[in-house]
């Protein structure tokens, strides 16, 4: 069992950044690739950045390439999302997810990671 517990998440003015940090708890957590989805008012849950546990690779929607970066300590079991040059549109509820295959993470919609973290709101206002 994987437990995921975002924070960072808060008000800020377009322009401005916001760094995310996922907690993953549990014996297995560093070995699970990890990733960060978002879902606004109204819309489907959507894709943001993920990341492998072995090589660290990364991947992004096209939505926030050059603006987000994704991380993650595997000694702390933590993944962040660090977000600069944030819009009004990047305002949503941020979850963390972990599966063993980041191919679960990646894959179009309906998608099922294995563990969802409870969300983040972050806002940007214009």
């Known amino acids: 069992q994987v437990q995921l517990v975002e924070s960072g998440g808060g008000l800020v003015q377009a322009g401005g950044s916001l760094r995310l940090s996922c907690a993953a708890s549990?014996?297995?957590?560093?070995?699970?690739?990890m990733g960060w989805f978002r879902q606004a008012p109204g819309k489907e849950r959507e894709f943001v950045a993920a990341?492998?546990?072995?090589?660290?690779?990364?991947y992004y929607a096209d939505s926030v390439k050059g603006r987000f970066n994704i991380s993650r300590d595997n000694a702390q079991n933590t993944v962040y999302l660090q977000m600069n040059s944030l819009k009004p549109e990047d305002t949503a509820v941020y979850y963390c997810?972990?599966?063993?295959?980041?191919?679960?993470?990646?894959?179009?919609?309906?998608?099922?990671?294995?563990?969802w973290g409870q969300g983040t709101q972050v806002t940007v206002s214009s």
């Open positions: 549990g014996r297995t957590a560093s070995s699970y690739a």
């Open positions: 997810a972990a599966d063993p295959a980041v191919e679960q993470l990646l894959r179009p919609p309906p998608r099922n990671p294995r563990y």
């Open positions: 990341i492998t546990w072995r090589s660290g690779t990364t």
